[in-house]
């Protein structure tokens, strides 16, 4: 590490109710090793204080979150498009 970079370090944010559905699995050949990419998305009850580039675990599996798709209209739930940690 060089002057001035901090190591990576996940902190708490808040413990939520979600509902998290696989939305796809794909294989492909990476550098000879086979990869595997599940996508999700996982529903939460409507907030404004998530963003991508967030980790949310759901037990033991962690999911990064590419987008955050809010329900403006009904302010009653926020998607989060995410990818499966491996």
């Given at each position: 590490?060089g002057?001035?970079?901090l190591p ?5 944010h808040?413990t ?8 796809s ?18 529903r ?13 675990l759901?037990?033991?599996?962690g ?5 955050v798709?809010?329900d403006?209209v009904?302010?009653q ?9 491996e």
């Open positions: 590490m002057a001035g970079h990576e370090a996940w902190a708490d808040a939520l109710w979600a509902n998290v559905r696989h939305l699995g794909s294989e492909s050949i990476r550098s000879d090793a086979e990869a595997s990419i599940v996508r999700a998305s996982i939460v009850r409507f907030r404004t204080d998530l963003n991508a580039g967030m980790r949310v759901v037990g033991a599996k999911y990064d979150v590419t987008a798709l809010p403006l009904g302010r739930h926020v998607d989060l498009v995410a990818q499966l940690v």
